[in-house]
């Protein structure tokens, strides 16, 4: 019965179901096959949602839609800009610069790719950097936005697991760094090969004034992370503060909300936060069936049996959860993988922490994994250009990704050092 | 004008119950720093906001397209073949909710003799948000059908 789950899944989701759906009419087949009550498909979904880190998520979406809307995303553009914009390719550098900094307080990597997109991608292709280059560095650069915190996938990968979401953020913040710093590297290099446009030198004042119009946004991630680890506010309570905060920037600093946006905003970013958690409900009862029919064991013995060096396994999930986060939404995936793979993971010695970035980070990398990567798609219909144009272009991109994906995986202390840092 | 008293209705629920989320978030967090207790309800409060917010949004996420899919494979099929699947996705989505809406009226009813732990209302107040959710996303699933089919 279970395998008729998957093949109606499967089925589902190449047939265009939206994934959530596709879920849901995978699990009402085996509830109606083993002639389990219909209640329990209500009861799963609301214990699925009726969770209080959960309630972090639509505040982490409503905050950085609001510092977005607020103004705060050409200013971010234009700080880095004046900070990197003099060296060879600085606007590909200002793109990835303005990721990471937008990272800390989207979560999300469409809304980074859209957003800083927008601005960047013409601004680049009018400085005369090749539009599918532009589009790629866009598209590559935002998948830093789910691993730096705040982090949607982390706080579902710790509902999962019952793991702390303060640790969990910092131990995506040096990974997701390291990620930066690679794409910047590569944006160099093919920058100086093409010749690309460099700027004048901006002063310091230049460059100060820039920062100092920046401050809010970074002081935001900063209250976020700090109340987090200090212990000051749960989650929940600093996404709630993080609302708060970008309401008061945007409206009474930057000048830039009114009420009836805010109204908008509102909307806008409760239906994103609904969509994923009718998933995240779905998901539960998927989860139910899996455990009733003991798939995470069998999965666990399956991978075991085939060998039960740390690398080895962690070598397959990788591979795996690739070429799953290739076709799949990050969350969706995550949902439905994490906890099986976690078991596996935890069997065979890696810490659930570091096993948690890791699957977080191979996810990530999928929204730029040709031919289904999201971010590429919404790159390639800002900048107007063809997706095959944008996946060539993201390739050197893709690969320092996996590059620092081998890194993460091989080297623990990558992202255990910051958490057992704040432990102490 | 259904149609329009339903969308307002979703819109309006959506924003105060997305109000009362952060207002009840935020006097938990002024209770613990300003005030000598914290009220035992304000936990329970904000979780009842946030699943009646979900419950409101996503019939307006269903209705607007917010729900993500993967459209790889079906961007190579025929129209005519498109039309069908969009129609057969939607009459599997409307049947999903409508057995779902039935299913959280029983659910709803279970929740009478039970009282939250901390606030003391029935959990059947609690539990309607499933209601609320499954009906919405069953209506609109119905008129995206019922569009199709002209």
């Keep these: 019965m279970i395998w008729l789950v998957f093949i109606v899944f499967l089925l589902a989701l190449v047939l265009r179901f939206p994934i959530a759906f596709a879920l849901g009419l995978a699990c009402l087949v085996y509830i109606i096959g083993e002639n389990i009550p219909l209640i329990i498909i209500p009861m799963k979904m609301f214990s699925g949602i009726d969770v209080f880190v959960l309630l972090s998520i639509p505040g982490f979406i409503l905050a950085g839609n609001l510092m977005n809307h607020g103004g705060l995303t050409a200013k971010i553009i234009t700080f880095c800009n004046h900070l990197l914009g003099h060296i060879r390719g600085g606007l590909s550098l200002a793109n990835i610069g303005a990721s990471m900094l937008f990272a800390g307080i989207s979560g999300t990597a469409v809304s980074d790719t859209a957003s800083i997109g927008s601005v960047l991608i013409p601004a680049m292709k009018k400085e005369g950097y090749d539009e599918g280059f532009s589009c790629a560095v866009t598209a590559s650069s935002s998948t830093v936005g789910p691993i730096i915190p705040p982090s949607v996938p982390m706080i579902i990968a710790a509902t999962l697991s019952g793991l702390s979401v303060g640790k969990l953020f910092l131990a995506g913040a040096f990974p997701g760094f390291l990620l930066g710093v690679g794409l910047m590297l590569v944006a160099y290099f093919i920058s100086v090969k093409r010749n690309y446009p460099k700027h004048a030198k901006n002063t310091l004042k230049q460059i100060g004034t820039s920062l100092i119009d920046t401050f809010w946004a970074l002081l935001m991630t900063i209250i976020i992370l700090f109340g987090i680890i200090g212990g000051v506010f749960t989650p929940t309570e600093a996404s709630i503060i993080a609302v708060l905060y970008a309401f008061i920037i945007g409206r009474y600093v930057y000048k830039n909300l009114s009420f009836k946006k805010v109204q908008i905003i509102v909307l806008d970013s409760m239906k994103t936060s609904a969509s994923l958690m009718v998933l995240v409900g779905f998901a539960n009862l998927f989860g139910w069936i899996l455990i009733t029919e003991r798939m995470p064991q069998y999965i666990s013995n399956e991978i075991l049996d085939f060998s039960t060096n740390k690398y080895v396994v962690l070598l397959l999930i990788n591979l795996l959860l690739i070429f799953v986060g290739t076709f799949m939404e990050t969350v969706a995936a995550l949902l439905i993988l994490f906890p099986i793979l976690l078991k596996v993971a935890i069997t065979v010695g890696v810490d659930p922490i570091h096993f948690a970035v890791i699957a977080v980070l191979n996810l990530i990398i999928g929204l730029t994994t040709p031919p289904v990567g999201v971010c590429l798609f919404v790159a390639s219909s800002i900048g107007k250009t063809s997706i095959t144009k944008v996946s060539k272009a993201a390739l050197p991109f893709l690969f320092v990704s996996l590059f620092v994906l081998i890194l993460v995986t091989l080297i623990p202390q990558l992202s255990l050092f910051l958490p057992e840092l704040f432990a102490e | ?150």
Excluded at chain 2, 56 to 84: H, T
Aim: proline residues 2%.
């Design chain 2, 1 to 150: 004008m259904i149609k329009k008293v339903i969308g307002k209705f979703l819109k309006y629920g959506t924003l105060i119950s997305t109000f009362g989320l952060i207002a009840s978030v935020a006097l938990q967090i002024y209770a613990r720093f300003f005030m000598s207790n914290t009220p035992a309800w304000t936990e329970e409060a904000s979780r009842l906001f946030f699943i009646y917010t979900i419950s409101f949004a996503s019939g307006l996420a269903l209705k607007d397209n917010y729900f993500v899919y993967l459209d790889v494979f079906f961007e190579r099929l025929k129209p005519s073949i498109q039309d069908k699947i969009l129609l057969f996705i939607h009459l599997v989505i409307f049947v999903l909710f409508g057995l779902m809406f039935y299913h959280a009226v029983l659910f709803v009813k279970l929740g009478l003799p039970e009282k939250s732990a901390s606030m003391g209302t029935s959990m059947s107040l609690t539990f309607f948000c499933m209601v609320i959710m499954s009906a919405t996303m069953a209506y609109y699933s119905f008129l995206a059908l019922l569009k199709r089919l002209k």
